[in-house]
């Protein structure tokens, strides 16, 4: 086809984190926007799921939804297949050279997600993000998943939260029942030809007080495949990401190479106030004024591939044209919430630099500190009183500001819009 526009993208490497949240709210929102610019990719076990709307009278659960993030569900139908939280999110920014597809397909539970990222040109990546609970023995997520055929032709990678303790990979030696309920686990990873990318020993879930063991629960495997090409880069434990969260994060990239696509649409339109009749009528004008172009379309002849081109590029044309005149153009934020600022991105990295104090002084000593445990857990407190103040300052602003034209539609704030 002749290209009728000259904006190009490249394929760039996928950045990807991933924690279990336990549930906290602000460790998500921290996550989301503190590291906007940091993460393309973050995957959750445990996510904070709370009331985001009503509908006829009822609660409607959802998880945290931030502007520029899209986050995928396991399950669509949660409310009816699974009255419990889902365990398991995937949140992902939009970017022209990569899509994220959730394969309900092969299987649904609120503890597992199979996805597929696919990257222009490149080879297809299956991301499978597992909370494992042991307790549900023969239904766990990993005792499930070593049902399903997983693809063998490219790259598999399984993270998450394990929840099991095995002696490839723990701090300690671990007791024979442990051994006996995750030899299971470990031998079906080694015949299916995974390796972890953990460091053995190397702990991802600190002890909460003097009292716990820490452990090594949270993994990574990747497949032959992966290993081969070296897709997967930079695979590290990163304490600064977990914020409140027990578990310390982990960070990679999926790095298949850079390769220059083109980007068919070099200014993003935002649709939600667009009039449908307005532009309909400048689409039908642009067609109007194509008509010469267009008319191969409408004989029965058969038509050469380059009339086809032309004729595609003159729709392309009418489309942008149309759009340009009855669209916003997008302006996307750089923090997922209004009322994040520097006070709070400052308050998150001291919580941040006291997580990475600690895990420096375990390196060193082969022990966890009770000061810096006191004084992460102030952090995270403050952190806490002070996004409930900056949403109250953000609220009673725009209340003060708005006009007799906004008013009403402040009423929808309560029903999660």
């Known amino acids: 086809m002749n290209n009728i526009h000259t904006n190009r993208t490249t394929t760039q490497p996928i950045c990807m984190a991933q924690l279990n949240t336990q549930k906290k709210k602000e460790a998500v929102t921290q996550l989301l926007n503190q590291h906007v610019q940091d993460f393309n990719i973050i995957i959750l076990q445990e996510p904070a799921w709370g009331f ?24 669509t139908n949660i409310n009816n297949i699974a009255p419990k939280k889902p365990r398991t999110l995937t949140y992902f920014r939009s970017r022209p050279d990569f899509m994220v597809t959730l394969r309900s397909d092969l299987i649904k539970d609120r503890d597992i997600q199979i996805l597929d990222i696919e990257q222009h040109n490149q080879p297809l990546t299956t991301l499978i993000n597992i909370y494992n609970d042991p307790r549900l023995q023969q239904q766990s997520t990993l005792n499930q998943l070593r049902h399903i055929n997983l693809p063998r032709d490219h790259l598999v990678i399984i993270t998450g939260n394990f929840n099991l ?81 027990n578990h310390l994060g982990i960070k990679f990239l999926i790095a298949h190479g850079q390769v220059e696509i083109e980007n068919p649409m070099d200014t993003k339109y ?6 449908l009749d307005e532009w309909t009528k400048e689409f039908e004008n642009a067609i109007q004024g194509s008509k010469e172009e267009l008319q191969p379309l409408l004989h ?23 759009m340009a005149a009855t669209a916003k153009t997008r302006n996307p934020c750089t923090n997922a919430k209004p009322w994040w600022d520097d006070d709070l991105a400052q308050a998150a990295n001291r919580v941040s630099d006291a997580r990475k104090e600690q895990k420096r002084h375990h390196d060193t000593v082969n022990a966890f500190s009770g ?44 029903k999660g819009a």
């Open 371 to 414: 000061d810096i445990r006191s004084r992460i857990r102030k952090a995270c407190n403050y952190f806490k009183r002070l996004c409930h103040i900056k949403k109250c300052d953000w609220v009673n602003e725009k209340l003060q500001q708005a006009t007799t034209d906004d008013i009403w539609g402040f009423q929808d704030w309560s």
């Open 165 to 245: 303790h095995h002696d490839m990979w723990a701090a300690n030696p671990v007791g024979n029942d442990d051994a006996r309920t995750s030899g299971v686990i470990v031998n079906w990873l080694s015949e299916e030809g995974f390796t972890m990318l953990n460091k053995k020993g190397e702990i991802t879930h600190p002890p909460r007080n003097a009292h716990e063991r820490a452990s090594v629960i949270d993994l990574t495997f990747v497949n032959g495949q992966a290993i081969q090409a070296g897709t997967v880069k930079e695979w590290a434990i990163d304490p600064g990401i977990a914020h409140n969260a």
């Open 270 to 275: 935002c649709l939600k106030d667009m009039k």
């Open 300 to 322: 029965p002849e058969p038509l050469t591939p380059n009339t086809l081109d032309r004729c595609a590029d003159t729709l392309t044309t009418a489309l942008q044209t149309a």
């Open 52 to 75: 985001i709307s009503k509908s006829g009278g009822k609660d409607i659960l959802g998880p945290v939804v931030l502007q520029g993030w899209n986050p995928i569900i396991p399950i």
